[in-house]
T-cell receptor, first 112, second 116 residues
Framework: AQSVTQLDSQVPVFEEAPVELRCNYS??????LFWYVQYPNQGLQLLLK??????LVKGINGFEAEFNKSQTSFHLRKPSVHISDTAEYFC??????????FGKGTRLHILP | GAGVSQSPSNKVTEKGKDVELRCDPI?????LYWYRQRLGQGLEFLIY????????KSGLPSDRFSAERTGESVSTLTIQRTQQEDSAVYLC??????????????FGPGTRLTVL
């Protein structure tokens, strides 16, 4: 069965600095990868997803993620964060099974 | 159109009582998922419904947990003889499932369950 590891439970970053949130998944022949975001007091929403094709995926709010098959990673990046990016970010993976398995989440704290 | 709705938004119950949580998916969405999010934890998969297929119950933590879905509409998650460790936010999500597991899941606002 698939599994997802988000190595950092919390990441503090100064405003306007770059950020990388790490995600690794257990290997599989083919996978679909997702990042979801949960803003304070809001429900989860899709940030971006990798299905196939280009390994660099661009999402909403200036985020992007790169699928690295050899390292089984799908790290999320943003070149310059804003206070509004304060949220919890969840990496998720699915293979040919129907379930999507979520990681434990990473809380992004933006420091002024 | 309307998103995924869940009720109640908050539920406080006493240990040992049964609770029923409701999820109304987006109209036309054939797939429905239940997750549990404990304080400081990630999303824990509970159960998955897809059309008329048998549900995937592999995530249910014990036989006190059960869920039903009527056709492709409302789903209810029932927790019998609640325990304090059942306290969590219970999230429901739905998706079209036309293209397999690649479809975006749309989440409801959740039900916050507190077991005293």
């Amino acid at each position: 069965a698939q599994s997802v590891t988000q190595l950092d439970s919390q990441v503090p970053v100064f405003e306007e600095a770059p950020v990388e949130l790490r995600c690794n998944y257990s290997s599989s022949v083919s996978v679909y990868l997702f990042w979801y975001v949960q803003y304070p007091n809001q429900g989860l929403q899709l940030l971006l997803k990798y299905l196939s094709g280009s390994t660099l995926v661009k999402g909403i709010n200036g985020f992007e993620a790169e699928f690295n098959k050899s390292q089984t990673s799908f790290h999320l990046r943003k070149p310059s964060v804003h206070i509004s990016d304060t949220a919890e970010y969840f990496c998720a993976v699915s293979d040919r099974d129907d379930k999507i398995i979520f990681g434990k989440g990473t809380r992004l704290h933006i420091l002024p | 159109g309307a998103g995924v709705s869940q009720s109640p938004s908050n539920k406080v119950t006493e240990k040992g009582k049964d609770v029923e949580l409701r999820c109304d998916p987006i109209s036309g969405h054939t797939a429905l998922y239940w997750y549990r999010q404990r304080l400081g934890q990630g999303l824990e998969f509970l159960i998955y419904f897809q059309g008329n297929s048998a549900p995937d119950k592999s995530g249910l933590p014990s036989d006190r947990f059960s869920a039903e879905r009527t056709g492709e509409s409302v789903s209810t998650l029932t927790i019998q003889r609640t325990q304090q460790e059942d306290s969590a936010v219970y999230l429901c999500a739905s998706s079209l499932r036309l293209a397999g597991p690649t479809d975006t899941q749309y989440f409801g606002p959740g039900t916050r369950l507190t077991v005293l």
